[in-house]
C-alpha cells in the first residue's frame, strides 16, 4: 500500500497522475467522474492528497461500471 502524503512522486521524481484527479492551483486535488449513462460529470470532492482522491474515484467508477469494466487506479 502506498503510504498517502501531501505530495505523491515517483522514482524519476516527476509528481505522480491519476485517472480522474486534478490538482488546484493552491495544492488541494479534486477528483470527479463521468457517468456514461447519463453523460454528465459527478463532483466526488477536494481532498488534501492525490492518493484519496483517486481512492474516491475508484469507487465511483466501480459503482457506474461494475466491477467487471471499472478501470481503477
Do not use: C, Q
Amino acid at each position: 500500500m502506498v503510504p498517502i502524503t501531501s505530495e505523491t512522486k515517483n522514482e524519476s521524481g516527476n509528481e505522480v497522475h491519476y485517472r480522474g484527479v486534478r490538482k488546484r492551483r493552491w495544492g488541494k486535488d479534486v477528483a470527479e467522474i463521468r457517468n456514461p449513462n447519463k453523460k454528465t460529470r459527478t463532483w466526488l470532492g477536494t481532498f488534501d492528497s492525490a492518493i484519496e482522491a483517486a481512492k474516491a474515484w475508484d469507487v465511483a467508477a466501480i459503482k457506474f461500471r461494475g466491477p467487471d469494466k471499472a478501470i481503477t487506479n
